[in-house]
């Protein structure tokens, strides 16, 4: 991975759904040579999947920290929820840090209890996102 795809990288983070030629006018190349790059990094795994961020005016936003027993597994279980954005596995006093997303708080709710009930979840911390800055 060179500076160019690090730059591809970078706009499609910003807004994936901009055309192969928009971006090739940003990093200087050709529209097929940009349509390649990103294959590439698909390929690769350098870039797993496209998704869509809703923003907070669009819903309400939380942040879920879980202690867990097997790690991997519990996580996975938990993506599976509807209402999971992302998962991370991180160190400290949690194992597990889940982004949720839904229209009202009543959901982000059913979505912790969810969670909560999840066998080898332990413990759990949510916090909503009041404020968001990119």
Same mark, same amino acid.
């Given at each position: ?11 499609? +983070? ?6 192969? #030629? ?13 349509? +390649? ?13 496209? %998704? ?11 942040? #879920? ?5 097997? %790690? ?13 954005? %992302?998962?991370?596995?991180? #160190? ?33 911390? %949510? ?8």
């Amino acid at each position: 991975m060179d500076e160019t795809d690090k730059k591809i990288i970078e706009i499609l +983070k910003e807004d994936a759904s901009q055309p192969y #030629t928009q971006i090739a006018k940003q990093v200087g190349l050709s529209e097929g040579a940009v349509r +390649k790059r990103i294959q590439n990094l698909v390929k690769t795994g350098v870039i797993r999947k496209f %998704t869509i961020t809703l923003g907070i005016k669009e819903g309400i936003k939380a942040i #879920t920290l879980a202690s867990a027993a097997s %790690t991997p597994e519990v996580s996975k279980e938990i993506l599976k929820l509807e209402g999971v954005e %992302t998962i991370y596995e991180i #160190t400290g006093s949690y194992d597990i840090a889940a982004i949720l997303t839904a229209p009202n708080i009543e959901e982000i709710n059913k979505c912790v209890d969810k969670i909560r009930n999840i066998p080898g979840i332990s413990n759990t911390n %949510t916090m909503v996102v009041l404020r968001s800055y990119s």
